[in-house]
Nanobody
Framework: QVQLVESGGGLVQAGGSLRLSCAAS????????MDWYRQAPGKQRELVAT???????NYADSVKGRFTISRDNPRNTVYLQMNSLKPEDTAVYYC????????WGQGTQVTVSS
């Protein structure tokens, strides 16, 4: 069974940067559209960024210009570079494969202090 494992979360001050990684256990990763979602306390999970197998990307308006999604197919890894972080970016971040069934990682906590 394919597994997704996130890493790279942590505590950072406002204006700082973090890079999240999501490692997939299978080569199916290279043909799948991959997403990053986040869920803040008391809020619904929201789509943050998407990257297709052809490296097309899309971002939520709230993170455009600050976050960058990328992928390294030989390493079966997708990244989320987060710059100019704001306290409202505080959430658990999940990577997910846009496959059937959709797969989810366990999540990584990002906390941005003001």
């Amino acid at each position: 069974q394919v597994q997704l494992v996130e890493s790279g979360g942590g505590l950072v001050q406002a204006g700082g940067s973090l890079r999240l990684s999501c490692a997939a256990s299978s080569g199916i990763f290279s043909i799948a559209t991959m997403d990053w979602y986040r869920q803040a306390p008391g809020k619904q999970r929201e789509l943050v960024a998407t990257i297709t197998s052809g490296d097309s990307t899309n971002y939520a308006d709230s993170v455009k210009g600050r976050f960058t999604i990328s992928r390294d197919n030989p390493r079966n890894t997708v990244y989320l570079q987060m710059n100019s972080l704001k306290p409202e970016d505080t959430a658990v971040y999940y990577c997910s494969s846009n496959t059937f069934p959709r797969l989810w990682g366990q999540g990584t906590q990002v906390t941005v202090s003001s």
